[in-house]
Protein backbone atom coordinates (compact mmCIF):
# COMPACT_ATOMS: atom_id res chain seq x y z
CA UNK A 1 0.00 0.00 0.00
CA UNK A 2 1.05 3.49 -0.75
CA UNK A 3 1.81 6.17 1.40
CA UNK A 4 0.55 9.79 0.74
CA UNK A 5 1.01 12.56 2.96
CA UNK A 6 0.00 16.00 2.09
CA UNK A 7 0.77 19.34 4.28
CA UNK A 8 -0.72 23.08 3.68
CA UNK A 9 0.32 26.31 4.93
CA UNK A 10 -1.14 30.09 4.25
CA UNK A 11 1.64 31.89 2.59
CA UNK A 12 0.39 35.43 3.85
CA UNK A 13 3.43 37.46 1.73
CA UNK A 14 3.25 34.97 -1.49
CA UNK A 15 6.04 32.84 -2.99
CA UNK A 16 8.71 35.53 -3.74
CA UNK A 17 8.80 36.83 -0.54
CA UNK A 18 12.43 36.89 1.29
CA UNK A 19 10.67 34.26 3.80
CA UNK A 20 9.24 31.95 1.40
CA UNK A 21 12.05 29.06 1.41
CA UNK A 22 11.91 29.10 5.13
CA UNK A 23 8.36 28.59 5.23
CA UNK A 24 8.50 25.65 2.16
CA UNK A 25 11.43 24.11 4.22
CA UNK A 26 9.47 24.12 7.65
CA UNK A 27 6.22 22.44 5.93
CA UNK A 28 8.24 19.87 4.23
CA UNK A 29 10.00 18.98 7.59
CA UNK A 30 6.60 18.76 8.65
CA UNK A 31 5.50 16.38 6.32
CA UNK A 32 8.45 14.48 6.35
CA UNK A 33 8.11 13.72 10.08
CA UNK A 34 4.73 12.62 9.72
CA UNK A 35 5.55 10.18 7.36
CA UNK A 36 8.30 8.93 9.77
CA UNK A 37 11.48 10.54 8.88
CA UNK A 38 12.95 13.41 10.86
CA UNK A 39 15.56 15.99 8.99
CA UNK A 40 17.15 19.03 10.38
CA UNK A 41 16.84 22.36 8.76
CA UNK A 42 19.99 21.68 6.48
CA UNK A 43 18.64 18.28 5.37
CA UNK A 44 15.88 19.70 3.37
CA UNK A 45 17.84 21.03 0.47
CA UNK A 46 16.39 20.38 -2.87
CA UNK A 47 17.65 19.17 -5.87
CA UNK A 48 16.35 19.07 -9.12
CA UNK A 49 17.31 16.74 -12.17
CA UNK A 50 15.08 16.83 -15.55
CA UNK A 51 13.31 13.40 -16.82
CA UNK A 52 13.39 14.89 -20.48
CA UNK A 53 16.86 16.16 -20.92
CA UNK A 54 18.55 14.86 -17.41
CA UNK A 55 19.44 18.98 -16.93
CA UNK A 56 19.91 19.68 -13.06
CA UNK A 57 18.93 23.77 -13.35
CA UNK A 58 15.64 22.77 -13.68
CA UNK A 59 12.87 19.68 -12.88
CA UNK A 60 11.47 17.81 -10.56
CA UNK A 61 12.20 18.61 -7.22
CA UNK A 62 13.90 16.16 -4.15
CA UNK A 63 15.42 16.24 -0.92
CA UNK A 64 17.84 14.09 -1.45
CA UNK A 65 18.07 13.12 2.17
CA UNK A 66 14.91 12.21 2.03
CA UNK A 67 15.04 9.92 -1.00
CA UNK A 68 18.04 8.55 -0.04
CA UNK A 69 15.41 6.83 2.41
CA UNK A 70 12.67 6.31 -0.13
CA UNK A 71 10.63 9.11 0.49
CA UNK A 72 9.59 11.52 -2.85
CA UNK A 73 8.14 15.24 -2.08
CA UNK A 74 6.58 17.43 -4.10
CA UNK A 75 5.69 21.15 -3.51
CA UNK A 76 3.28 23.53 -5.00
CA UNK A 77 1.81 26.89 -4.12
CA UNK A 78 -0.53 30.16 -5.13
CA UNK A 79 -0.34 33.26 -4.33
CA UNK A 80 -1.80 32.64 -0.44
CA UNK A 81 -0.95 29.03 0.25
CA UNK A 82 1.67 26.75 0.18
CA UNK A 83 0.89 22.51 -0.42
CA UNK A 84 3.76 19.66 0.06
CA UNK A 85 3.27 15.96 -0.75
CA UNK A 86 5.64 13.21 0.69
CA UNK A 87 5.20 9.97 -0.61
CA UNK A 88 6.76 6.18 -0.76
CA UNK A 89 6.58 6.97 -4.58
CA UNK A 90 7.12 9.23 -6.84
CA UNK A 91 4.23 11.78 -6.52
CA UNK A 92 2.99 15.41 -7.09
CA UNK A 93 0.83 17.65 -5.73
CA UNK A 94 -0.79 20.92 -7.34
CA UNK A 95 -2.68 23.62 -5.76
CA UNK A 96 -5.13 26.31 -7.77
CA UNK A 97 -7.64 29.32 -6.46
CA UNK A 98 -10.42 28.62 -8.36
CA UNK A 99 -11.25 31.89 -8.91
CA UNK A 100 -7.98 32.58 -10.55
CA UNK A 101 -8.30 29.76 -12.72
CA UNK A 102 -11.59 31.25 -13.53
CA UNK A 103 -9.92 34.43 -14.82
CA UNK A 104 -7.25 32.67 -17.22
CA UNK A 105 -7.04 31.46 -20.11
CA UNK A 106 -6.31 27.95 -19.47
CA UNK A 107 -9.13 25.60 -20.95
CA UNK A 108 -7.84 25.69 -24.39
CA UNK A 109 -4.17 24.56 -23.25
CA UNK A 110 -5.15 22.32 -20.61
CA UNK A 111 -8.22 20.58 -22.04
CA UNK A 112 -7.96 17.99 -25.13
CA UNK A 113 -10.96 18.37 -27.42
CA UNK A 114 -12.94 15.59 -25.77
CA UNK A 115 -12.41 17.59 -22.29
CA UNK A 116 -14.29 20.13 -23.56
CA UNK A 117 -18.73 19.29 -23.53
CA UNK A 118 -20.91 21.90 -23.64
CA UNK A 119 -19.43 24.44 -25.86
CA UNK A 120 -19.61 27.35 -23.18
CA UNK A 121 -16.84 28.31 -20.57
CA UNK A 122 -16.24 25.53 -18.26
CA UNK A 123 -17.11 26.17 -14.72
CA UNK A 124 -14.52 27.23 -13.06
CA UNK A 125 -13.96 25.04 -10.14
CA UNK A 126 -14.32 21.99 -12.34
CA UNK A 127 -11.61 23.95 -14.79
CA UNK A 128 -9.40 23.99 -11.60
CA UNK A 129 -10.04 20.74 -10.49
CA UNK A 130 -8.77 19.34 -13.87
CA UNK A 131 -5.73 21.52 -14.07
CA UNK A 132 -4.52 20.16 -10.29
CA UNK A 133 -5.23 16.49 -11.41
CA UNK A 134 -3.60 17.28 -14.68
CA UNK A 135 -0.52 18.98 -13.43
CA UNK A 136 0.11 16.55 -10.16
CA UNK A 137 0.04 13.76 -12.64
CA UNK A 138 2.57 15.41 -14.64
CA UNK A 139 4.76 16.72 -11.65
CA UNK A 140 4.76 13.12 -10.63
CA UNK A 141 5.57 11.46 -13.55
CA UNK A 142 8.96 13.91 -14.06
CA UNK A 143 7.76 15.67 -16.84
CA UNK A 144 6.04 18.58 -15.77
CA UNK A 145 4.75 20.57 -18.46
CA UNK A 146 6.96 19.35 -21.08
CA UNK A 147 4.20 17.03 -22.16
CA UNK A 148 0.85 19.36 -22.99
CA UNK A 149 -1.23 19.33 -20.62
CA UNK A 150 -4.24 18.78 -23.40
CA UNK A 151 -2.14 15.34 -24.38
CA UNK A 152 -3.21 14.28 -20.93
CA UNK A 153 -6.98 13.47 -20.90
CA UNK A 154 -8.58 12.22 -17.07
CA UNK A 155 -11.72 11.04 -16.21
CA UNK A 156 -14.04 13.71 -15.79
CA UNK A 157 -13.71 16.26 -12.52
CA UNK A 158 -16.94 14.94 -10.83
CA UNK A 159 -16.22 11.64 -10.89
CA UNK A 160 -12.29 9.84 -9.47
CA UNK A 161 -9.50 10.81 -10.79
CA UNK A 162 -8.26 8.10 -13.47
CA UNK A 163 -6.03 8.39 -16.54
CA UNK A 164 -7.86 8.27 -19.96
CA UNK A 165 -5.23 9.03 -22.20
CA UNK A 166 -1.61 9.74 -22.05
CA UNK A 167 0.08 11.03 -25.21
CA UNK A 168 3.54 11.83 -23.23
CA UNK A 169 6.99 9.67 -23.21
CA UNK A 170 7.15 6.29 -22.05
CA UNK A 171 4.21 4.14 -20.65
CA UNK A 172 1.11 5.44 -19.29
CA UNK A 173 1.12 6.70 -15.81
CA UNK A 174 -0.29 4.22 -13.26
CA UNK A 175 -1.78 6.16 -10.29
CA UNK A 176 -1.56 4.42 -6.85
CA UNK A 177 -3.42 6.50 -4.98
CA UNK A 178 -4.52 10.14 -4.96
CA UNK A 179 -5.70 12.93 -2.47
CA UNK A 180 -7.95 15.93 -3.40
CA UNK A 181 -9.20 18.55 -0.78
CA UNK A 182 -11.08 21.39 -1.59
CA UNK A 183 -9.59 24.57 0.65
CA UNK A 184 -12.00 27.18 1.99
CA UNK A 185 -11.27 30.55 3.76
CA UNK A 186 -10.54 34.06 2.36
CA UNK A 187 -9.82 32.52 -0.78
CA UNK A 188 -11.23 28.80 -2.19
CA UNK A 189 -8.55 26.58 -3.37
CA UNK A 190 -8.58 22.69 -5.08
CA UNK A 191 -5.59 20.96 -4.69
CA UNK A 192 -4.66 17.31 -5.66
CA UNK A 193 -1.51 15.19 -5.24
CA UNK A 194 -0.69 11.79 -6.63
CA UNK A 195 1.51 8.93 -5.60
CA UNK A 196 2.73 6.65 -8.84
CA UNK A 197 2.86 2.90 -8.63
CA UNK A 198 6.25 1.44 -9.03
CA UNK A 199 6.67 1.02 -13.33
Known amino acids: MSVLLVRTAPLPAGPRAPGYPAARD ?11 LRLGAGDVALARRCATCGGTDHGKPEVVAALARGRHVSVAHTATRLAVAVADGPCGVDVEDVAAVGRAPV ?5 APR ?9 AEDLARTWVRKEALLKATGH ?30 RPAGWSEQVLTGPVRAVLTAVVLRAP
Open 26 to 36: ALLREALAAAG
Open 115 to 123: ERVGGGPPD
Open 107 to 111: APVLL
Open 144 to 173: GLAVEPADLVLGPPGAPPRVVRWRGPGRTP
